[in-house]
């Protein structure tokens, strides 16, 4: 859509096929943007819950085809990633790949991770929403309260 591949991925079931798959779909992607959907965190902003089988599994297909952003929910809390890649911060001109993390219900949980480091944004009690816009050369990211005050947000060039 309008020079972004939108992949939306199921954590529940079929792990293994899907990465095959995602590999697959990517290596054809003509799109200069790439935002991938999952509802359970890959990496999570409470500990113990960081799913270290979707690592293994999504991680590697995500940097070989530098997806840019990858969208979560399930933890009932906020948290943005500084760039990642191979499971480790990267500098803010190299590639990588933001994983955000995001609530819009009134349930929340406690922030409680040993992942601090590579955490940009991490926080919890708050409903929120989101609006991506996509340019040529950038994406901007925001996140918003619902009253409108913007809450978080970065921008992405183009690699």
Not at 148 to 153: I, K, L, T
Request: net charge neutral; proline share 4%.
């Amino acid at each position: 859509y309008q020079g972004v591949r939108f992949v939306l991925l199921n954590g529940n079931e079929k792990l293994e096929e899907q990465a095959g798959w995602l590999d697959r779909i990517l290596s054809e992607d003509p799109q200069p943007w790439t935002i991938a959907a999952i509802h359970q965190p890959v990496y999570s902003s409470t500990r113990f819950r960081s799913n270290s089988h979707l690592q293994r599994l999504l991680v590697p297909v995500f940097d070989k085809y530098s997806v840019d952003l990858v969208l979560q929910g399930h933890d009932h809390t906020y948290c943005r990633t500084y760039k990642m890649r191979h499971g480790v911060r990267t500098g803010d001109d190299e590639e990588g790949t933001v994983y955000v993390t995001s609530v819009s219900g009134p349930k929340f949980y406690p922030v409680k991770t040993d992942q601090k480091g590579f955490m940009a944004k991490l926080d919890t009690g708050r409903q929120l929403f989101q609006v991506i816009h996509v340019d040529q050369n950038r994406l901007f990211y925001q996140s918003f309260c619902p009253g409108g005050e913007v809450y978080d947000s970065f921008s992405l060039k183009i690699r």
